[in-house]
């Protein structure tokens, strides 16, 4: 067994309505200031927490983060200029992967002598000064629970991840009862992300069991619950499983990380703005397909995880696997194909190419991904 | 699914020869004065890693943790006073539970305001200004994961528990490979020690699915491989799931923890001396069968995780899981009569009346025990 380093935040809390015990966070005892970072449609239900944190004489700034799509380098940069202006010593972000993106990097780059444009790649920011809670309201990305915050260079319509260990939170709180407000579309695509970074996990060529742990948990719940979110969005009991399929789908991300269909989509979200959760989901099973050669047990186990018997061979049972995950993406209204979202055939080799460079994931991948493949993959999906 | 707070290390490093890669670790970049306490039949093994921290200029301040049994307040306050003496910033302990304990407290109370003696119970202590690495060198305790450490109040013959979330070191290095050394008495006494933590989470009044994730993937790991460490101790295979499976028992026991074999054993080891694993494994089967009633269909679930294939109907398959238990205890050496250990009859009444004192873990019991109870477990396994 290959040597892990696996990363946690030093506390996780897990319940409907735990947002409400955070201004009591054994944390914030030494904070003052705090810089509140969250998203616009989920203020309402922060409210309580805010008032709750100023009656104990905390100064709180409220940031309502505003930027649509995947937040910019630019957009980031004036964060960062806010916040040095009001030097809290506490970030708080409450808000889906983009919020809790931004809070990590707001946090550790606020008092650093480290500069934005400087850290991209892995391992290359060091140091933390602040305190960072982050507060996830979709059940998707899993940023809460890794090191990784994702920007997108406006300049080139590349995404760029910044990878490290102080991205970690120091505490989360996921509180399933705020993505009850969720609505289906967005549930559909955090959803299937979250189970993209299980089953990337899985299938991942340095998979590992502490982590293969953690994937095939998140499997079984985003497998079993997803569609009955979708269907009711007030289903607590499906909220609850989705929201811990998420955080297991990100405890994933730091020690293995995604692979191809995350490689795939970079140039979907960076290129064409859409959603990071749509451009995976659309791309996941037929990537599966593409790597089953490479994987055919561990696709098999995935299947099982999904609820397929087991069939007369790991073939049969991992095809099985794909199929319901299909159905499943179908059954939650996730597009069949890139030309509903204004993809063209002419679009495809430089998606393709934006894809091929993306070697810190393609490395991941069970299969290799040629130029070929990856534009085959498109084609097929167009 | 009620709220729960998980507690992990920020970073766990878990593989074989990982202890090489500890001297690198970026928490010692801010650390100039390292106290490294150790157990003396592992200092050969660490002689590498002190080398390598002054090497690269730390100033290292080895103190070999020589204490027979479990540490006692007396022996805590040495240590406490050479501490301040030294004046480290970090702490490394390298060793079995009591020494990992041990260091635990020593970077907690290390200028703290707080006195050892005002500590114990829960959440008193709070903070700790020195980083602290824990190295664990037997698969049992899991204390490296927790936020628990028991000291023996010399005074009373009592067992007391220290419990803080500070108590939870900043990093971990698990190396399975410092393990082969260990005889097979201390393998199969710390390995049932493992397996008690996740049965005794799993059967909880307070089990979570959080943790019921941890502590049947330790049952597994346990199950499967104990006897086969005990008899070839240099089976790196089964010593490298042995230790997974003790950090698995280790996460659960800051949020759920154990019940009523570690409240019984209380006595065993502040009067009698008995070791903490031993006392525990002696226990584990009758208090299973006790608390049967309580949790039939957990207990069978242990049981399929023992590898008993499922019977007519939960009592079956739990009753054949519990001889398992016993039959595995038996194969690895685990003497089955309390009298063997010179335990007497009329010790019993005293033995029973302390466990009965331990109110923080017989709480968590699936079935009340009463004084009766615990002296007719006590008699059974004269």
Redesign the interface.
């Known amino acids: 067994?290959?040597?892990?380093?696996?990363?946690?935040?030093?506390?996780?809390?897990?319940?409907?309505?735990?947002l409400n015990?955070l201004a009591k966070d054994?944390i914030l005892e030494d904070s003052q200031r705090i810089l509140l970072l969250i998203a616009t449609p989920i203020y309402n239900a922060a409210k309580p927490t805010v008032e709750a944190l100023r009656a104990i004489g905390k100064l709180v700034d409220v940031y309502e983060y505003t930027f649509p799509g995947e937040p910019t380098f630019h957009q980031m940069d004036e964060m960062l200029a806010h916040t040095q202006e009001f030097q809290p010593d506490c970030v708080i972000g409450i808000g889906g992967g983009s919020v809790l993106d931004c809070a990590k990097l707001l946090a550790a780059l606020s008092n650093s002598q480290q500069k934005l444009h400087d850290v991209p790649g892995i391992n290359i920011l060091?140091g933390r000064k602040l305190s960072l809670i982050c507060v996830p309201t979709t059940s998707g990305t899993g940023s809460e629970m890794s090191p990784n915050a994702i920007l997108l260079d406006e300049t080139t319509n590349e995404k760029k991840g910044i990878i490290s260990?102080d991205l970690?939170p120091d505490a989360v709180y996921i509180d399933p009862a705020l993505t009850l407000s969720l609505p289906a579309k967005l549930t559909a695509e955090t959803g299937i992300d979250a189970l993209c970074h299980c089953i990337e996990a899985y299938t991942n060529k340095f998979a590992h069991?502490?982590v293969d742990?953690y994937a095939l948990?998140g499997i079984k719940l985003i497998g079993a619950n997803l569609q009955k979110a979708c269907q009711n969005g007030n289903d607590l009991e499906a909220r609850?499983a989705l929201s811990?399929g998420s955080m297991y789908g990100g405890l994933c991300l730091g020690p293995v990380n995604t692979a191809a269909v995350h490689a795939l989509s970079y140039g979907l979200g960076g290129k064409y703005h859409i959603s990071h959760g749509l451009a995976n989901a659309i791309l996941l099973p037929d990537v599966l397909l593409f790597n089953l050669p490479a994987c055919v047990e561990r696709t098999a186990e995935i299947a099982l995880a999904l609820g397929i018997p087991k069939g007369p061979d790991p073939e049969t049972t991992a095809l099985q696997g794909i199929t319901k995950i299909r159905e499943l993406c179908i059954a939650c209204g996730i597009p069949q194909h890139l030309s509903s979202l204004g993809i063209q055939e002419n679009d495809l080799p430089e998606l393709a190419a934006i894809a091929l460079n993306v070697k810190r994931l393609l490395n991941n991948n069970p299969r290799e991904v040629r130029m070929d493949d990856a534009l085959s993959i498109f084609t097929a999906l167009l």
């Open positions: 067994m290959r040597t892990l380093q696996l990363q946690h935040p030093k506390r996780t809390i897990f319940g409907a309505g735990c015990d054994r060091r260990p970690v069991p502490t742990l948990q609850t811990l």
